[in-house]
């Protein structure tokens, strides 16, 4: 089969998936193929109402072409791919990953798991230490009725 978009043979096959359940299907040699998936800009034109226009499709190529220093992958990679470079990665796109690991995992912070044997005192130690760190916040936040829950809590752990 040949490549739509140059006389090449075509080696990658991509099903776009359209609103309303339509499909449209690229047969593309594999330098096209990259053109199409890494340069977005490249693509045929969204319907009117979903193109960004002006200051925004220049704000949203300019974010696309960022890349990190370290390793060299550019935004728009990682949204083809779902996947960074390394870990360099999280702080060049901090600004964008932050609303997307918020809406992901409701979190922007890793917490883990603690194991099934963690003996009762590192447990209650453990639970201290973020109850300190949540009496600190709330101080200084000035939510006093919290403060006051949370100073409790720490108390009766202490005790126990």
């Not at 096209?32 to 490249?42: R, S, V, W």
């Not at 200051?55 to 990679?77: M, T, W």
């Not at 999280?90 to 917490?111: A, K, M, S, V, W």
């Amino acid at each position: 089969m040949k490549c739509q978009k140059c006389p090449k043979a075509a080696t990658l096959h991509i099903t776009e998936v359209l609103p309303e359940e339509q499909f449209e299907e690229l047969h593309l040699c594999e330098e096209c193929a990259h053109k199409y998936l890494y340069e977005p800009q490249q693509k045929a034109a969204p319907k009117a109402a979903e193109a960004p226009v002006g200051e925004e499709a220049d704000e949203v190529s300019s974010l696309n072409q960022r890349e990190c220093p370290v390793c060299g992958i550019k935004f728009v990679e990682f949204r083809n791919s779902g996947r960074l470079g390394c870990p360099h990665d999280y702080q060049e796109f901090r600004d964008e990953l932050t609303p997307l690991l918020e809406n992901i995992h409701g979190e922007t912070r890793h917490c883990g798991k603690t194991p099934r044997r963690l003996p009762q005192s590192k447990q209650t130690q453990s639970e201290l230490l973020q109850l300190r760190k949540q009496l600190h916040q709330a101080v200084t936040k000035e939510a006093y009725e919290d403060a006051a829950r949370i100073r409790d809590r720490i108390r009766h752990l202490e005790e126990s």
